[in-house]
């Protein structure tokens, strides 16, 4: 491992942990000429391969799952350390599945975490998920969402 701020190639180890989704091992690391200290991160390289809508297949990027995620939840309640565990939730789930899963299935299981935490990000993230053609396919979701809202709320019994 190269030191990132001199580019001398030996490095010690000063500590790892394993993160919570028991998938990466983050490393304190100590240069051994600057003695400058930096961290890395270990991940388990992805086996699952993503089927696109066209039938074309490439390797999950858990990267541009979390860029997607991030977009959507931008200037939202919803911060990056709770996107990164949404990012974790969904890669274990993707790998219980197995070796394929669809985009549909990625897609799904994003929109259902957003739905649950911040509306307004669910909405971005599904408005470029589903294509949206135009504002009447936009006000129709929208819909849908107010309709589950009104369903679920408490009712205050004094």
Known sequence: MKCPY???E??????SRELENGFTIRRRRQCLRCEKRFTT????????????RDGRKEN???????????????KTTIGSVEVRKIVDEIEINLR????EVTTKEIGRLVMNKLKKLDKIAYIRFASVYKKFNDIKELEEEIKKIKKKSVRRKPKNNK
């Open 6 to 8: 001199c580019g001398y």
């Open 10 to 15: 030996e490095t010690k180890v000063i500590d």
């Open 41 to 52: 991160y270990e991940r388990i390289e992805s086996t699952i391969t993503v089927i696109k």
């Open 60 to 74: 999950f990027d858990r990267e541009k799952l979390l860029r997607g995620i991030l977009k959507a939840t931008d």
């Open 96 to 99: 219980a599945k197995g070796k």
